[in-house]
């Protein structure tokens, strides 16, 4: 079965797009055959990918074209006229909008990964709908423990009310220095708040790593740009903890 995995958090600069991106060249190593859908209408992702493409998936919530022809590269760009999507998406069932485009597709992928807005609105719901898992980034402070309480809160209505199968596959801790105080005294409540909520926080953490500032400037994935990194070594590793390895 195809898992389709929406990066989430509400709050910007916790690591979504570089996880987005990395993730899915990660699983393209391995062999497996990866989509890549730029939700965000910053479209950081779609710069860091470098595609340059035709139609972008705001083309496909407006109905000018199916999702098959939105698709290069293995790739769905992002476009800055997201911000409006609740000018076209204000219909009953507009939560489903994604997960119906993506069914005319799913069984030519393996993975399906989704780059999310920072904020829990319509196109958030989408992506959590259609989606197979969530997987939450954050960083070790006292703020991302409070922005994962009320992120569980728009899960669990989902959960309710739109997709029943969705689970949070983990937390994924990013910007990681286990040298400094702050950063341990937050994994330690982050890893009990994840046992409340039943989920887990990753073994795998992502290091802080000026190569991956770099990559995204040279457009890069970390794996391309340094093998040899420690982020490369850090997303490698978190690879193979999504596929049990």
């Known amino acids: 079965m195809t898992r389709i995995i929406s990066i989430i958090n509400q709050k910007g600069?916790?690591?979504?797009?570089?996880?987005?991106?990395?993730?899915?060249?990660?699983?393209?190593?391995k062999g497996f055959k990866t989509l890549l859908i730029d939700l965000d209408a910053q479209c950081n992702l779609t710069y860091s990918v470098n595609v340059d493409s035709k139609y972008t998936i705001y083309d496909v919530f407006s109905d000018k074209i199916s999702i098959k022809e939105a698709i290069y590269n293995?790739?769905?760009?992002?476009s800055p006229l997201l911000s409006t999507i609740?000018?076209?998406?204000?219909?009953?069932?507009?939560?489903?909008?994604?997960?119906?485009?993506?069914?005319?597709?799913?069984?030519?992928?393996d993975f399906i990964i989704l780059d999310t807005p920072p904020a829990l609105g319509t196109i958030t719901i989408n992506a959590l709908t259609a989606a197979t898992e969530a997987l939450i980034t954050a960083q070790p402070d006292a703020y991302s423990l409070q922005g994962i309480s009320q992120l569980y809160q728009t899960i669990f209505a989902v959960k309710k009310y739109c997709n029943p199968q969705l689970k949070v596959c983990g937390i994924l801790l990013t910007r990681y220095n286990k040298r400094t105080i702050i950063s341990n005294n937050a994994t330690t409540s982050i890893i009990n708040k994840a046992k409340q909520l039943n989920t887990k926080v990753f073994d795998t953490k992502i290091r802080e790593c000026t190569a991956?500032?770099?990559?995204?400037?040279?457009?890069?994935?970390?794996?391309?740009?340094?093998?040899?990194?420690?982020?490369?070594?850090d997303?490698?590793?978190?690879?193979?903890?999504?596929?049990?390895?």
């Open 13 to 29: 600069g916790v690591g979504k797009t570089t996880t987005a991106q990395n993730l899915a060249a990660g699983l393209e190593k």
């Open 86 to 109: 609740d000018t076209i998406l204000n219909q009953t069932g507009k939560e489903y909008k994604l997960k119906e485009a993506l069914s005319d597709i799913i069984n030519h992928f």
């Open 235 to 245: 997303y490698q590793k978190l690879v193979e903890e999504i596929l049990g390895e």
């Open 74 to 78: 293995n790739f769905i760009a992002g």
């Open 212 to 233: 991956i500032k770099e990559s995204q400037v040279v457009q890069k994935n970390i794996f391309d740009y340094a093998k040899y990194s420690n982020a490369s070594f």
